[in-house]
Nanobody
Framework: QVQLVESGGGLVQAGGSLRLSCAASGRTFRWYTMGWFRQAPGKVRELVASIRSSGDTTYYVDSVKGRFTISRDNAKNTVYLQMNSLKPEDTAVYYC????????WGQGTQVTVSS
C-alpha cells in the first residue's frame, strides 16, 4: 500500500503563494499518474491538477489554470503543487493521491486564504 503524506499548507493572504508537497512511499510511485485534490467545507472533493508518471503531461481544473503548477520528482517519490495568486475560494483541505485515486486518503493539508 502506498502511503501519502501531504505538507506545506497554511494561512496566507489573498495574492500570496504556497508550495505543497506530497511524500509517497513505495517503489511503484513512479508508475502512477498523480493528482492534487481539494475539499472545501460542504463541497465535494475535486481534482485540481494531475501529472502523468513521466511528468510530461499535466492537467488543471479551469479555476486554477495559470496560477497553480504541479510537478514531481520520481527519485524522491514526491509530488508538488506550487500555488500562486491564491484566492479565498482556494481555501480547502488539499490531498494528493493517484489519479484515479486509491480507496484511501492521507490526512491532507489545510490551505486557508484570507481576503
Amino acid at each position: 500500500q502506498v502511503q501519502l503524506v501531504e505538507s506545506g499548507g497554511g494561512l496566507v493572504q489573498a495574492g500570496g503563494s504556497l508550495r505543497l508537497s506530497c511524500a509517497a512511499s513505495g517503489r511503484t510511485f513512479r508508475w502512477y499518474t498523480m493528482g492534487w485534490f481539494r475539499q472545501a467545507p460542504g463541497k465535494v472533493r475535486e481534482l485540481v491538477a494531475s501529472i502523468r508518471s513521466s511528468g510530461d503531461t499535466t492537467y488543471y481544473v479551469d479555476s486554477v489554470k495559470g496560477r497553480f503548477t504541479i510537478s514531481r520528482d520520481n527519485a524522491k517519490n514526491t509530488v508538488y503543487l506550487q500555488m500562486n495568486s491564491l484566492k479565498p475560494e482556494d481555501t480547502a483541505v488539499y490531498y494528493c493521491n493517484r489519479n484515479p485515486p486509491f480507496d484511501y486518503w492521507g490526512q491532507g493539508t489545510q490551505v486557508t486564504v484570507s481576503s
